[in-house]
């Protein structure tokens, strides 16, 4: 399994612009289609954006498409998550995670799919 460290929460106002890192740690993830999922207060954990082990699909929730963009990395073994526009339902823990197998063609949103995950990192979004 790859472990996965997040950074880049924090507080923001409304309208305003994060961006979220994911590290492994211990070995590369560039063989393996990435996610990011978030969990808010009382709720379940949802599928936010996902990207494929090359970086050329991506897919996005409805709630975050034209304001949230996912990106990779692959020679510097980073994922990212551009936040802008956010809003205060925005407000989540926000988790990444790695596919379970290598090289999978069809980017995955189920997190069923995603072996590996990170702590989480706080994202609050004031109004």
């Known amino acids: 399994q790859v472990q996965l460290v997040e950074s880049g929460g924090g507080l923001v106002q409304a309208g305003g612009s994060l961006r979220l890192s994911c590290v492994p740690s211990?070995?590369?993830?560039?063989?393996?289609?990435m996610g990011w999922f978030r969990q808010a207060p009382g709720k379940e954990r949802e599928f936010v954006s996902s990207i494929n082990w090359s970086g050329s699909s991506t897919l996005y929730t409805n709630s975050v498409k034209g304001r949230f963009t996912i990106s990779r990395d692959n020679a510097n073994n980073t994922l990212y998550l551009q936040m802008n526009s956010l809003k205060p339902e925005d407000t989540a823990v926000y988790y990444c995670?790695?596919?379970?197998?290598?090289?999978?063609?069809?980017?995955?949103?189920?997190?069923?799919?995603?072996?590996?995950w990170g702590q989480g990192t706080q994202v609050s979004v004031s109004s």
């Open positions: 995670a790695a596919d379970r197998f290598p090289y999978r063609t069809l980017v995955q949103t189920s997190e069923t799919a995603f072996g590996s």
């Open positions: 211990g070995r590369t993830f560039s063989s393996y289609a």
